[in-house]
Nanobody, 119 residues
Framework: QVQLVESGGGLVQAGGSLRLSCAAS????????LGWYRQAPGNQRELVAT???????NYADSVKGRFTISRDNAKNTVYLQMNSLKPEDTAVYYC?????????????WGQGTQVTVSS
């Protein structure tokens, strides 16, 4: 079981920056991958960025060069630094962890944090 608690969302003007944080309830080295997803009204949840236990990162094309995912192992926390924000980045952002529970690879989700970018 992994509990995830997100923080850092809010309202920002286009071109601004926000940093999201997600604190995990267990050691991040026991988690296969951490990531951020987002869901805008009327849309499906989509991948934003992921970081594996080994430190490999992956980004959606729409955020490459603007967003950076990182991890603080000592704090069991994953971050999403979002720069040059656009109105189309407006969504609820969810933290995700993929980790084994026994033999089963499970997906765990945070409660979500709202990001609103005004034009």
């Amino acid at each position: 079981q992994v509990q995830l608690v997100e923080s850092g969302g809010g309202l920002v003007q286009a071109g601004g920056s926000l940093r999201l944080s997600c604190a995990a309830s267990r050691n991040v080295f026991s988690i296969n991958a951490l990531g951020w997803y987002r869901q805008a009204p009327g849309n499906q949840r989509e991948l934003v960025a992921t970081i594996t236990r080994g430190g490999s990162t992956n980004y959606a094309d729409s955020v490459k060069g603007r967003f950076t995912i990182s991890r603080d192992n000592a704090k069991n926390t994953v971050y999403l630094q979002m720069n040059s924000l656009k109105p189309e980045d407006t969504a609820v952002y969810y933290c995700n962890a993929r980790a084994y529970s026994g033999r089963d690879l499970m997906n765990y989700w945070g409660q979500g944090t709202q990001v609103t970018v005004s034009s």
